[in-house]
């Protein structure tokens, strides 16, 4: 029994939900999300309450269920308040700075770094703090990962770009004598 799975999800008011064949559908104040879903979970909606269960009892539907009720629930979740991940560029000479539908990066190579934001993602950049935003968590999340693994964290003096509230183990160098 999955204990996530088991869980009722609440839709807020403002917030529908659509079921087609696999494919779930969700719209809210923010935006529309959708994903098809494997009809071995059955979805069900009564009212603004939304539960999964598994049609047969095997070891694909005891894994799907759980995943599928966190997907849903950030669907939800994503559609009335935008997920938001920040990254704190440190370094000396690092610069981001958002133009039209692309970021540039200043990462310390000898060329600026270019990379397009995906459609459905906001991208702000003031000094050293880039923040990426949007109504999809996985979108979101595997954008800002995809900027920080340009430029890793380093151990020795911590420059490059990492996550708002991710701590750096910092390595000791070199000892004179």
């Given at each position: 029994?999955?204990?996530?799975?088991?869980?009722?999800?609440?839709?807020?008011?403002?917030t529908?939900?659509?079921?087609?064949?696999?494919?779930?559908?969700?719209?809210?104040?923010?935006?529309?999300?959708?994903?098809?879903?494997?009809?071995?979970?059955?979805?069900?909606?009564?009212?603004?309450?939304?539960?999964?269960?598994?049609?047969?009892?095997?070891?694909?539907?005891?894994?799907?269920?759980?995943?599928?009720?966190?997907?849903?629930k950030?669907?939800?979740?994503g559609?009335?308040?935008?997920?938001?991940?920040?990254?704190i560029?440190?370094?000396?000479g690092?610069?981001?700075?958002?133009?039209?539908?692309?970021?540039?990066?200043?990462?310390?190579?000898?060329?600026?770094?270019?990379?397009?934001?995906?459609?459905?993602?906001?991208v702000?950049?003031?000094?050293?703090?880039?923040?990426?935003?949007?109504i999809?968590?996985?979108?979101?999340?595997?954008?800002?990962?995809?900027?920080?693994?340009?430029?890793?964290?380093?151990?020795?003096?911590?420059k490059?770009?990492?996550?708002?509230?991710?701590?750096?183990?910092?390595?000791?160098?070199?000892k004179?004598?």
């Amino acid at each position: 029994m999955s204990r996530i799975g088991k869980q009722i999800i609440t839709l807020p008011p403002k917030t529908e939900i659509n079921l087609s064949g696999s494919t779930v559908s969700i719209k809210g104040p923010g935006g529309e999300l959708s994903k098809i879903f494997d009809p071995i979970i059955v979805v069900k909606v009564e009212g603004n309450l939304v539960t999964l269960h598994p049609k047969r009892e095997t070891l694909e539907s005891r894994a799907l269920w759980g995943t599928y009720a966190s997907h849903l629930k950030n669907m939800v979740e994503g559609v009335n308040k935008p997920f938001e991940k920040k990254l704190i560029l440190e370094g000396i000479g690092f610069k981001s700075e958002v133009k039209g539908d692309s970021i540039q990066l200043a990462l310390g190579f000898s060329h600026p770094v270019i990379v397009a934001i995906p459609a459905g993602i906001k991208v702000t950049a003031e000094k050293n703090l880039i923040t990426v935003s949007g109504i999809n968590k996985e979108a979101v999340g595997q954008f800002a990962a995809s900027l920080r693994a340009l430029k890793k964290p380093e151990p020795y003096k911590g420059k490059g770009m990492r996550y708002d509230g991710e701590v750096i183990k910092r390595k000791q160098g070199k000892k004179s004598a």
